[in-house]
């Protein structure tokens, strides 16, 4: 089994800054791709960044330049780095990450339980 916990996220002012933190713990044998979603009432879950084990990086177009998206690997963790915020940007953070798990050597992804992110005017 493999857990996800979130932290980070809470109200913020617009044009601020919030950092997410997602650490995965576990039968991990490695961790493939790592993301961050968002949702708000009544609209599907929308991808925002996604990081390869590579390092390489995909933005929503909504947050291209205003988010980053990191990972340590040597922690399970990946990062979001949230700056000037917008009120549109209010919403429950997940994250999802595609772990390799053992024994059996499956990939299978893992949600976090969620982070709300409000964004005040």
């Known amino acids: 089994q493999v857990q996800l916990v979130e932290s980070g996220g809470g109200l913020v002012q617009a044009g601020g800054s919030s950092r997410l933190s997602c650490a995965a713990s576990?039968?991990?044998?490695?961790?493939?791709?790592m993301a961050w979603y968002r949702q708000v009432p009544g609209k599907e879950r929308e991808l925002v960044a996604e990081?390869?084990?590579?390092?390489?990086?995909y933005y929503a177009a909504s947050v291209r330049g205003r988010f980053t998206i990191s990972r340590d690997n040597a922690k399970n963790t990946v990062h979001l780095q949230m700056n000037s915020l917008k009120p549109e940007d209010t919403a429950v953070y997940y994250c999802?990450?595609?772990?390799?798990?053992?024994?059996?050597?499956?990939?299978?992804?893992?949600w976090g339980q969620g982070t709300q992110v409000t964004v005040s005017s």
């Open positions: 999802r990450i595609w772990v390799v798990v053992e024994p059996d050597i499956h990939e299978r992804s893992y």
């Open positions: 576990g039968n991990i044998f490695s961790i493939n791709d």
């Open positions: 990081i390869t084990s590579g390092g390489t990086s």
